[in-house]
Structure formats: C-alpha cells, structure tokens
C-alpha cells in the first residue's frame, strides 16, 4: 500500500540554523499539506499546497517558513532561521483531491538546541 | 474561531469492553469530520471521513456518528484490543476551507488486559 514518507526521522539543529524536511507524498496525489505538533498539544496546520502553490496557510507559517515541489516526488518544508518554539513533530500529508482523505507521514521530530 | 473539544482528555478500560468518546465542535460552515488513530510518535492515521448528510459511518470496530444539528460526534469502539490503545483525534473542516483541518486535542485510550 502506497505511503508517505518522511526524511529525516529526527533532525537536531540549533539556535538560528536552516533546516529542510522533506516529504514523498503518495505518487498520484495532488494536495500537500504541513502540520506540526509541539509535544503534548494538538496537531496544527501549517500549510497546503496545490498546482505549484500555497493555497492556505495559517498564521504560524510566517516568513521563517517556505515550501516547495523542486521536483515531481518531493515537497519540502523549509524553516530559515530555526528559534527554540519551533521544536516539534512535523507531518506531511497528501490526498488525492481535496475533501479527500489525507494520508500522513510518520512525521520529523526536530529539535532546536 | 473554529474550535474542537473532545471528551474525555483520556481514558482506561479493560480488553473486549466498548467505550465512547466524544466531540464537539464551533466549526462553521460545516464541510466534513473525520475522525484519526495516532499511535505515539507516529503520523495520524484515518478511521472515518463524515459530510453533514452523513450520521454513522462505521470502519470495523470503530462507528462513528454525527449529529450536525447540535455540532456533535462520536466515536464508539467496540470489543477492544490491546493494539487501540492510542490518541483519538476529531478533525473538522470548514466549508469554505476545506484544505485547514481544525484538530481536537485527542483522546488518550488505553486498554489493559
């Protein structure tokens, strides 16, 4: 059965630092989605992205963060200049069409020292 | 703002008994509610997608319901496993945002033999 994959597992990074996770959506899928969960609280959404752009995003996906499709497999979420908040679980999704069902990821635990 | 309760914050119970969890929620207007398995440190996985028109769907042991009148969802386990002990999440979208799930802060179920 086809899944969501996410690199790394566990990223350390610190203070200010550039990180980059990535995602491998389903192959036949065409919305993408960024969510995170600091530990103990709830899932948030961070961002969706359809046909090459953002088609939502929520007000913690500020200017520190970018996403991006470089290739026909991949979708990343990139954060600039890491602060110690954003420590968290991060998920990638996918679903096929929207209002769809979203499959996620096993998630990037990152860790800001 | 879009809100999602869910009750209780965390419950026990022993193999082969059935409980009920239970969801509320402020979103509106009201798209669909989906309700997720996540297993610690792990990516929520889908058990049920309802639309309003929907008010019981059922995924093996898991029956959800959905009442759109008063705003509130259920999720009924029944005969449980050892392998359900995990975090329940309900998850609504709004109609005119179908890509920004509002997550519920889940459900901890744990079952003992």
């Known amino acids: 059965e086809p899944e969501v994959t996410q690199t790394p597992s566990h990223q350390v990074t610190q203070m200010g630092q550039e990180v980059i996770l990535r995602c491998v959506p389903i192959s036949n899928h065409l919305y993408f989605y960024w969510y995170r969960q600091i530990l103990g609280q709830k899932v948030e959404f961070l961002v969706s992205f359809y046909n090459n752009e953002i088609s939502e995003k929520s007000e913690i996906f500020d200017d520190q963060f970018s996403v991006e499709r470089p290739d026909g497999s991949n979708f990343t979420l990139k954060i600039r200049s890491t602060k110690l908040e954003d420590s968290a679980m991060y998920f990638c999704?996918?679903?096929?069409?929207?209002?769809?069902?979203?499959?996620f990821g096993p998630g990037t635990r990152l860790t800001v020292t | 703002k879009n809100q999602v309760e869910q009750s209780p914050q965390s419950l026990i119970i022993l193999e082969g008994k059935n409980c009920t969890l239970q969801?509320?929620?402020?979103?509106?207007?009201?798209?669909?509610l989906r309700w997720y398995k996540q297993d610690t440190g792990r990516g929520p996985v889908s058990l049920t997608i309802m639309t309003f028109s929907e008010n019981t769907k059922s995924n093996g042991r898991y029956t959800a319901t959905l009442d759109a009148d008063t705003k509130q969802s259920s999720l009924h386990i029944t005969a449980s496993q050892l392998s359900d002990s995990a975090s329940y999440i309900c998850?609504?979208?709004?109609?005119?945002?179908?890509?920004?799930?509002?997550f519920g802060a889940g459900t901890t179920v744990t079952v003992r033999a």
């Open positions: 969801c509320n929620y402020t979103v509106s207007p009201f798209s669909n």
């Open positions: 998850v609504v979208s709004a109609q005119s945002n179908d890509y920004k799930l509002s």
């Open positions: 999704a996918s679903s096929r069409i929207q209002v769809y069902e979203q499959y």
